[in-house]
T-cell receptor
Framework: EPEVTQTPSHQVTQMGQEVILRCVPISNHLYFYWYRQILGQKVEFLVSFYNNEISEKSEIFDDQFSVERPDGSNFTLKIRSTKLEDSAMYFC?????????????FGNGTRLTVT | EDQVTQSPEALRLQEGESSSLNCSYTVSGLRGLFWYRQDPGKGPEFLFTLYSAGEEKEKERLKATLTKKESFLHITAPKPEDSATYLCAVQASDYKLSFGAGTTVTVRA
């Protein structure tokens, strides 16, 4: 069964450094998402992306964050200058359309640790 | 703002002991309610989608139901492999799913 793949599985970085988290969505999906989950907390929406542009973003997704689809398969999340509070699991997700009969399919996440 | 509240936070069951999880929501214009299962260190895994009040979906020992204000996930005769965190999410806007905090289910043999 097709799946969303994320790399790396674990990233450790120092405060102030830039990180790029990578995702390969399911191939026929058109809508792409990033969510994050701080340890012990709920899964939080960051951003959705469709047709090469951001369609919706949360208040968490400030100027330090950016997303890109650099080619036909990859979808990336960049954090320009990491903070301690950015430590979390970051999940990429994709779906065919934004409808009740098209669920989000999630990857297994990248655990980001900022020291 | 959309609100999704799940209860209880944690549920400990004996194998075979059926129970229900609750997801109550307040949203302007529900466009779908989703149940996911999350295992430790993994991403959420899709279980069900519900759209209309009165709708029911079943998969193995799990059954999800929907009313206008809440959804229930019933676990019938659970097994240890049903131990996981169960997440409820609602779609209100065109694009975003909003998640509840989840119910962590532990089934003892």
């Amino acid at each position: 069964e097709p799946e969303v793949t994320q790399t790396p599985s674990h990233q450790v970085t120092q405060m102030g450094q830039e990180v790029i988290l990578r995702c390969v969505p399911i191939s026929n999906h058109l809508y792409f998402y990033w969510y994050r989950q701080i340890l012990g907390q709920k899964v939080e929406f960051l951003v959705s992306f469709y047709n090469n542009e951001i369609s919706e973003k949360s208040e968490i997704f400030d100027d330090q964050f950016s997303v890109e689809r650099p080619d036909g398969s990859n979808f990336t999340l960049k954090i320009r200058s990491t903070k301690l509070e950015d430590s979390a699991m970051y999940f990429c997700a994709s779906r065919t359309k934004p409808s009740y009969n098209s669920p989000l399919h999630f990857g297994n996440g990248t655990r980001l640790t900022v020291t | 703002e959309d609100q999704v509240t799940q209860s209880p936070e944690a549920l400990r069951l004996q194998e075979g002991e059926s129970s229900s999880l609750n997801c109550s929501y307040t949203v302007s214009g529900l466009r779908g309610l989703f149940w996911y299962r999350q295992d430790p260190g993994k991403g959420p895994e899709f279980l069900f989608t519900l759209y209309s009040a009165g709708e029911e979906k079943e998969k193995e020992r799990l059954k999800a139901t929907l009313t206008k204000k809440e959804s229930f996930l019933h676990i019938t005769a659970p097994k240890p492999e049903d131990s996981a965190t169960y997440l409820c999410a609602v779609q209100a806007s065109d694009y975003k799913l909003s998640f509840g905090a989840g119910t962590t289910v532990t089934v003892r043999a």
